[in-house]
Structures are given as C-alpha cells and as structure tokens.
C-alpha cells in the first residue's frame, strides 16, 4: 500500500516540488535575478524549447518562480524567483558547496583509481 506523504513529510514534498530533471539548474540560473525564456534556454543547451516551458511552468505552478509578463511589442516575458523561491537560495548554495567538493572527490577517486591501473601494468 503506497502513502502520498507530500504536504506530511518535508522531505518527500521537496522531492515532488523539485521532481523535474531541470529544476535545480533552473532555480539556480534564475537565482542572479531575472531571466528571459530566450537567455535560459541559451544556458540550458542541451533542453528543448518544450522541456524548458513545461519545467518553468510547474516551477511557477508550485509558487517557486513568478512569470512577469511586460505589456509590450514584441513581448517580453521574464522569471524570477518568488519569495517562496528565494529561501531556496540557502539550499542552492550548499548545493554548490557540495557539489564542489563531491566533483574534487572524483577528479581524486579517478586520478588514484588511473595511478593503480598504470601502477598494476607497471608490475605486470
């Protein structure tokens, strides 16, 4: 028997609210302040026009980002973190942090890992 603990258990709503494979690097890129749908997508180079709006749009749908849209020709469409959103930041920040040191981790594991393998031929 499955239990929805979304809205009961903080980790389980996290994970639904951030369950897009874009949702961090998104959030992340809009941190430094507003950005159009147009320089995101630049950013994201390997997302297509669909998966970016989709992911901007359950992000706005679940009040982490706001969607402003400017009265204007040619129309102009920014997003930018909600107040929801920007006590995020702390967690995108250890995030870096982590993230920083877990890549340090594998640059160190790989380089030991090609120095056993040399060291095992060198042996042979």
Known sequence: MSIDLY????YA???????GKWSILILHLISDGPVRF??????????????LSK?????????????????Q?????EYSLSE?????????????TWGDEYIAYMKTKDAQSIA???????DG
């Open 7 to 10: 809205g009961k258990c903080p």
């Open 116 to 122: 056993a393998t040399t060291l095992g031929r060198a």
């Open 84 to 96: 929801v959103g920007e006590k995020f930041q702390p967690v995108l920040d250890s995030l870096e």
């Open 13 to 19: 709503t996290a994970q639904k609210v951030l369950a």
């Open 55 to 71: 992911q901007l749009k359950q992000l706005e749908e679940n009040g982490l980002i706001v969607r402003t849209e400017y009265p």
């Open 38 to 51: 147009n320089e995101l997508l630049r950013q994201l180079p390997r997302m297509t026009h669909a998966t």
């Open 73 to 77: 020709i040619p129309p102009k469409v």
